[in-house]
DNA sequence: CAGGGGTGTTACCGGTCAGTAACTAGATAA
DNA sequence: TTATCTAGTTACTGACCGGTAACACCCCTG
């Protein structure tokens, strides 16, 4: 006895409690079919479960909105300490393992670009919940990538990051526009010429 | 007599038509609060109208969208016509005041990037009217640089061109989560790298 | 003058939206 | 056992959505 400590409860055939089964059914619908064009019944039903039990777990949609893009978040800043652990004290393996990282992103035919950049272009109002999120996680996002090429000894590594980061952007953003034969598929040569240039 | 042959009718106060006065009003609503968040009887009050006119002009919303998209589309290729008429047989002068003009739009504080890549990533179901105009615009506009670094004579103009275009649109896209502050800041100066490195 | 086409106005349709109330079932914890 | 907490279910609200019907208006043309 005194075995599950309240962490599992209601685990029926799954055990994935219903908040997290929510979350993850949000954050597939909004991705794939936009914010706006999907409603919270929809959400619910994908999710396994009903609208009450949702409105119980997220104050709004708007804020259920907010709390997916806070999950990829944190899982898009897991990036540096795992370049980190696969390429120790070797930032300049680091780089390249960032570049092939997102090119996997980029060329992935599932991929429809940044669920963040997604978002800010979907919720343009100043107030959204989901707003500081989005601008956070960029934030952050290109505050490492500068460290990032920082450590990597290049003259000036704040230019270098903001280069990847506008190319990533751009490719991410390409393949929803022109498809994934478009621009975005020189993605690693451009990003490639980018470092060369920079390492000289 | 035999004056206004029909091209002038019902010009109260603006003599604009009201077809016109709705797709500069949708243009500037979706533009600015994103095309599903906007309501068909917004924007028949913004164009100084009705529903019912609106829907004389147009079989649907998402056909108003798409003339909307038309339309920019139009205006976006005209720009190639006039860095000739600027820089007439100097395409090396053409390249650099598109990097200049592509600059503008991106330091515009007004600017919430593009309206055609912003619609993209709004709409992603395939069989959309508007979605046909993206991709076509994209595409052209792409060819249409391809051809002025071919003109400009570089080694790969395929390459530099499509570098350029996912500069581009990594630096609008960027604006709406990073702010102007953002990488976007460095538009220009990757920009010019770019084109130094292809002119050797 | 008579007619007609483009416009304005009002009211309406069915559907969907986000969000809530009230009640039941089931599992846990004392 | 009893009490409590969470989740499921149904039904509902009021607002808004895209789209339409019917009719009055007005200016232009013949």
């Given at each position: ?16 409690p ?10 597939e ?15 619910a039903?994908?999710a ?7 409105y ?8 259920l ?10 899982e898009?800043n ?35 670009g940044?669920?963040?950049a ?33 450590r ?6 704040e ?33 490639q ?8």
């Open positions: 006895m005194t075995e599950t400590k309240g962490l599992a409860r209601n685990e029926s055939p799954d055990r994935i219903p908040r997290d089964r929510i979350v993850a059914a949000a954050r619908l909004f991705y794939r079919q936009g914010i706006r064009a999907v409603g919270v019944d929809a959400i039903e994908a396994g479960t009903n609208k009450m039990t949702l119980r777990h997220f104050a709004s949609k708007d804020e909105v907010a709390e997916c893009l806070r999950r990829l978040s944190v898009k897991e990036v540096w300490a795992r370049l980190e652990a696969e390429h120790p004290g070797d930032p300049r393996a680091q780089l390249q393992a960032w570049l092939r990282e997102a090119a996997g992103n980029v060329s992935d035919p599932r991929s429809r940044c669920a963040l997604n978002a800010a272009v979907e919720l343009p109002e100043k107030d959204h919940p989901a707003r500081q999120v989005i601008e956070q996680c960029k934030q952050t996002t290109r505050e490492n990538l500068v460290a990032l090429c920082r990597a000894g290049v003259a000036r590594p230019l270098l990051a903001d280069q990847l980061f506008m190319l990533l952007e751009g490719a991410l953003v390409c393949t929803q526009s022109t498809g994934h034969a478009g621009p975005a598929c020189q993605f690693v040569t451009a990003g010429a980018i470092i060369d240039a920079h390492l000289r």
